[in-house]
């Protein structure tokens, strides 16, 4: 299956635990396709599979990857330098904090590549190099993120299979079908009808302070991931004492929870822009490229927007092969932007502040379908 190639570098590997999994096999006058699911685009999608792996899109640069770790730990040293060189009035830590959350979201980025396998050929060190920059430099767990971010991509905005629209209908009501399903069943967690309006003040800079930060220690804990959970304290305790020893305990406070809410408004923005004004459904079980297609988009590429959003920029392709390292996707969008032109499939790519309006405009539209179908007898 498509999914099960994407997913996994070493295929040879996992193979052997399939093995045991076996019932049988088709006969030959059996369909090797469901008929839910575009046979020739099936077809036309394994055959680019095959020249990406030909042309060498999978293997990762490290040089390339190297460079984004140095960045971030002299980014990461250079705001404890500055309180301790400057004082830790006003101007520095202004200074400080900006460095800092830069830091952090950029190490956001970086475990993203680790967790999908894409900085090593050896799995092994893709896992080690991501508890290293998801636990002791960020101070969440890896497993975690694993666990959640390898759901959303095999069914991306299908509720109920997506963990990143488990907001819908607690929070927000996403999509046109759900809005007004549950507007007729007359159900109302919140004033949908404002929600583009309250999303500013709610979910950028809340989701990393509160539920996320809450949730990854929850899980770490109830699945017993004991070696994340160590490196993770490692976090705390170098944060603690590097910065406690400069500053007051309100303004360490201080430090922790601006940093976080500023990098939980960075990450918001830019995860949501691809993901939340594109299609939201049940799992209508189609083929892996329209599955992908349907909900995500790009952002057109710029130095300034590859840096700024870790290359999710480039969402489509990263959802096609999410195992190919970043450096690579503009090399392959040329040839996914021909099979979507042949097949009829929408690629939308749109500026980044576009792609920032969009979402709040998908939230007021979602919301005035669930108003209007609230009201209506």
């Not at 995500?296 to 840096?307: A, G, I, P």
Request: charged fraction near 15%.
């Amino acid at each position: 299956q498509d999914a099960f190639v994407a997913f996994h570098v070493d295929k040879v590997l996992v193979s052997k635990y399939l093995k045991p999994l076996q019932i049988g096999e088709l006969a030959p006058d059996q369909p090797s396709v469901e008929p839910t699911k575009n046979e020739m685009l099936v077809k036309d999608f394994r055959e680019l599979r095959a020249t990406v792996e030909r042309m060498g899109l999978l293997e990762p640069n490290q040089l390339f990857f190297f460079l984004l770790l140095a960045h971030i730990l002299v980014l990461d040293t250079a705001a404890w330098l500055i309180l301790f060189y400057f004082g830790t009035s006003f101007l520095p830590f202004v200074f400080s904090l900006l460095l800092l959350t830069i830091s952090q979201v950029q190490a956001s980025w970086l475990q993203h590549d680790l967790g999908h396998l894409s900085v090593f050929r050896k799995t092994k060190w893709n896992h080690l190099l991501h508890k290293f920059v998801m636990c002791h430099l960020i101070g969440a767990s890896a497993k975690w993120w694993t666990l959640l971010h390898s759901q959303h991509h095999a069914k991306p905005n299908c509720f109920h299979k997506d963990p990143d629209i488990d907001m819908h209908p607690f929070l927000f009501t996403l999509g046109k079908k759900f809005s007004v399903e549950l507007g007729i069943k007359k159900k109302k967690y919140m004033p949908y009808n404002h929600q583009h309006k309250y999303f500013f003040i709610t979910l950028p800079p809340l989701l990393f302070p509160t539920y996320f930060h809450c949730h990854t220690f929850y899980i770490a804990y109830t699945k017993k991931y004991w070696a994340d959970l160590a490196w993770m304290l490692t976090f705390y305790i170098r944060f603690f004492y590097t910065y406690g020893s400069l500053l007051e305990t309100k303004t360490l406070n201080s430090l922790i929870s601006l940093h976080r809410m500023l990098e939980s408004s960075w990450f918001v923005w830019v995860s949501q822009m691809n993901h939340i004004p594109m299609d939201i459904d049940y799992d209508k079980n189609l083929d892996w490229m329209s599955t992908q297609l349907l909900a995500t988009c790009n952002v057109e590429q710029s130095l300034f927007n590859d840096w700024f959003t870790g290359h999710l920029n480039f969402q489509i392709e990263h959802h096609l092969f999410p195992t190919m390292p970043r450096h690579n996707y503009c090399k392959v969008a040329p040839l996914v932007k021909s099979l979507c032109a042949k097949h009829g499939l929408e690629y939308q790519c749109k500026p980044l502040l576009t792609a920032f309006a969009d979402i709040v405009h998908s939230l007021k539209t979602s919301g005035e379908l669930w108003h209007d179908a609230y009201l209506h007898k």
